[in-house]
């Protein structure tokens, strides 16, 4: 029995020691991460002050300029982020041109926005769904860079306008057509009707070649 305790005191030990000599190795590490904030990465080293993207920069933005007319800021490099001038001098303070106005009031080509799979394209009136749109990096403007706007659904499901018509033209008879569009119902309907004695067919040729009649899952054509 004696054995037994001298052999558990020194593992009780060897477990204890690394124990501790880890929480003081650890906390340094964690120290040097948050040295390295999350924007770093974005802000590429040494190149123009003035060409970095926004989120690697403070600026003081004077909400009161004239909408659409050219404003001048001043600005600060963000910590850890290094940057120079036009003579390749290390540079924290400059001046970013810019035009007045708030972000969400940009042209559509200056921001990302999410898409929606969900929304029906092929409505009237045509919905609408709520995305989240952010500014692209080296666009500059006023006020929030992420912001929500009401966008015209636009999915397409992979459905060609083309072979629509074409179904529609050839086979528009048998429903071919109804059926490519994931629209069994009608589908079925013109089958067992012969594509409503002709008529049903003329009329679906029109509606698939104007874009009235579209993919059954309400998403736009390719």
Not at 61 to 82: I, L, M, R
Not at 128 to 140: G, I, K, L
Not at 160 to 176: M, N, P, Q, V, Y
Request: proline share 6%; hydrophobic share 35%; aromatic share 12%.
């Amino acid at each position: 029995g004696s054995l037994n305790l001298e052999h558990s005191q020194p593992r009780a030990r060897a477990v204890r020691d690394p124990g501790a000599t880890r929480t003081f190795t650890v906390v340094p590490r964690a120290a040097e991460s948050t040295d390295i904030p999350p924007y770093v990465m974005k802000c590429p080293s040494n190149g123009l002050c003035s060409r970095l993207p926004a989120d690697c920069m403070e600026c003081r933005t004077n909400f009161s300029c004239v909408y659409g007319k050219p404003v001048a800021f001043d600005c600060t490099v963000k910590p850890s982020v290094t940057c120079v001038d036009e003579d390749f001098r290390s540079q924290k303070h400059f001046v970013i041109n810019m035009t007045c106005r708030f972000c969400w009031q940009l042209p559509e080509t200056d921001y990302e926005c999410s898409n929606s799979t969900s929304c029906m394209t092929v409505s009237c009136p045509r919905q609408r769904y709520t995305a989240n749109c952010t500014v692209r990096d080296h666009v500059h403007c006023l006020g929030n860079r992420t912001f929500p706007k009401m966008l015209y659904c636009n999915w397409t499901g992979g459905y060609k306008w083309s072979t629509a018509l074409a179904l529609s033209i050839t086979l528009g008879g048998f429903g071919a057509d109804r059926f490519y569009l994931g629209q069994w119902r009608e589908g079925l309907g013109k089958l067992f009707s012969f594509g409503g004695l002709g008529i049903w067919t003329l009329i679906d040729v029109l509606l698939i070649g104007v874009g009235y009649v579209g993919p059954a899952d309400g998403s736009l054509y390719i």
